[in-house]
């Protein structure tokens, strides 16, 4: 079994952090090659590097030392699927991430090229640095480490994914399906996709918001119209649709959907003093923004909002003419993209139908509205904060950062782990080690070399410390 006394812990940390300042170069040689594959899920013209993305995930897991790693086709991008198993009776950790990045668009306001990956600074610039390639590859490494020094004390399993950025539609059918759950069994799940409080301040996550994503149309007049003719006598869609859009919230910036808040727990007061101790300065929020004044829901904290209060953000809105010089139009059509973030409790599947009766009596006679889904939503998910795993973590934080991790509620979404949780039943950890001012989803992404290599660290650290409570 598995011994885990003072002196022999001692001798396994050194040997670890030898390997990894032995190889480093290597490690961060490798990443920047990941990073320069542009497999951006969202659009087609990047298939081919999506599908070269997979690949060199699954070379770099038979390379780290697992005994099989494949491709699991889908009908949108492959799943990467690896193993190492040491013992049957040791625990399992399954590791989850994403292959896939976001577009790098725009790429005038990028200071280096996205997919040319530049180290300036102690931070590597590129799309995907830091959601999710290089946390997906921080885990990759630190089970080569723990492999090549022989100290790998519990069954590794990874499961990385090329569609999260466009909904994981492939994933959860995949996860839907029974037959694969064997495959993917695991005592937890570990997911690096989110960010640390600061790098002086560790932290876990322990809550995620659930995701609705819409997008609307409204239709008019059967053509484009001329506004000298028509303008003033027919309805505008596009002057419709800001009508509608803007009535889905009040004066308090409270949603206006009946039934939208209905289920959403209000915390004690108790519980709302410790989510507001964190080290979060509301002047240094908005400087780093560049907005004089937050706005949100009236009576609660930003960090409130953005924790326990479900959101509704219109992402994109376009019709009529919007290139250069004026054209005099009366579109027959407007659209918009729209986003919810649900909390726990709430119901995407509810909150579709509730907002869908909504916003569909808001539209006046004389025009028409649709309302479609754009992905599948998910629900918010909260972790157990008394499992063993996240035990396990908050020492492995205590040991490398030398201060104990403080437990935060994310307002991101990852959708799949709330079917992780449904699905397998088991521990989920959000070990991220991104920081929010890494600009992802936005020009000049980048990922600090102190949370990659710290990261290997921390990965490493937590399984031996699941072993030994396992034990
Ligand atoms: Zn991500």
Redesign the pocket.
Known sequence: MYAYDKQEKHRMMLNTKQYIAAHQNRFLGELMDFLRIPSVSTSREYAEDVQNAAEFVKQKLLEAGTDQARLIETKGCPLVYGEKMVDKSLPTVLVY??YDVQPADPYELWETRPFDPVVKEDKIYARGAS??KGQVYMHIKALETLIATKQLPCNVKFLIEGE??SGSDSLTYFLKDQQNHALLQADAVLVS?TALSSLEQPSLTTGLRGIVYLEVEVTGPNRDLHSGTYGGAVGNPINILCQMLSSLKDAHNRITIPGFYDRVEVLSEIDRTALNHTPFVLSKYKEALGIAAVIGEQGYSTIERIGIRPSLDINGIWGGYTGEGGKTVLPSKAHAKLSMRLVPHQEAQEIIAQFTNYFTALVPKGAKVQVKVVHAGSNAVVVNRNSVALQAAKKAFEDVWKKSPVLTRDGGS?PIVAQFKEVLDCDIVLMGFGLDSDA?HSPNEHFGLANFFKGIDTVITFYKHLAALYT
């Open positions: 991430g994403h959601d999710d999260e950025e996709d990852i992802i």
